[in-house]
């Protein structure tokens, strides 16, 4: 045969096999790998900023006190049932004097005077005097299917007066609520902060050991016979010694819950014009929805950023007043 035919045909069995071999993946090559996507990190948690100082007392706050002479006679009845002293009639109009004579819904519209006496009569809690200057008489009661709980403090020195009652309301309004109350203030609206540095410890004290919370819907009377926002300017995370509790600790909790409660009690106040006896059965309770929608993509999961917008917008609802 041509050795030329021979070559031809061997060329033309070879090559197609080859070209397959090439064309075809190895059994042994591992398939090429989809693209990874890269996950974005976590932002990182902001460190918690600390909160604005509470406004400073300011004494001029407090007028037509009290002669330290008519008060003098009260450090002597330390130890004493809260009730014994409120029987004395001297004692029980003094107190009077200095109630603002509003109408006050506790379980029915009745004067503050008369909801105080219901729990100050007969109460057999020992009146406390602190540092010889510092005198604290408690009292509960209950009534109407409701229980009150009452203090009356004195700066026997200083002639300053404060009272205040705590209960849990079922008219609508947020609950539940603690009412200070004293005719020797025309300010409006103010925080705790604002009131005699050691009227803050004893009310803390009595809020102990009566079972009161330390976040609740917080008001205040004075003279001008209207229901004012006693704001919550406490840091819970803020230590006696100055020193910050570590961010992740419950009382940032704490600390946006009173901011809370606070823009809740503001929004009823404006609602029901500032009375003292005011109901909140129509009470929008989607007031301040679109604003808490806006501060989540503000703040993120940082707390404190939360707390200050919030105390914000409550000021802001106070100063429409």
Known sequence: ?????????TLLLVLPLHTAAQEAPSATTPPTPAPIERQQPEPPTPPAAPLPPPAPYDPAVFEHRIPAADLADLLTHAGEPSG????????????NHNTPDVMYHFGRDTPLTTAVDTAMSGSPIPIQV??????????????????????????????????????????GEPTPTLTVFSRQTRQGNLSLG????????????????????????????DDLKKRTL????????????????PAGDPCEQRNLAAADIDLTSATYLAAIHYATNGTAWMLDPSANRDFYASIGSRCGIALNCRVLLIRQRTRTILRRR
């Open 1 to 9: 045969m041509n050795p030329r035919l021979i070559l031809a045909a």
């Open 84 to 95: 014994k002293l409120w029987r004395d009639g001297q004692f029980r109009k003094l107190v």
């Open 130 to 171: 602190r540092d010889n200057r510092y005198v604290l008489l408690s009292g509960r009661t209950g009534q109407y299917g409701f229980s009150g709980r009452a203090f009356l403090w004195f700066d026997t020195q200083e002639g300053i007066f404060l009272g205040g009652f705590f209960f849990n309301p079922t008219n």
């Open 194 to 221: 604002q009131l005699p540095p050691a009227f803050g410890p004893d009310l803390y004290h009595w809020m102990a050991q009566s079972g009161v919370p330390t976040v609740e819907s917080r008001y205040f009377i």
């Open 230 to 245: 006693l704001q919550h300017d406490e840091d819970f995370c803020l230590a006696p010694d100055g020193t910050r509790a």
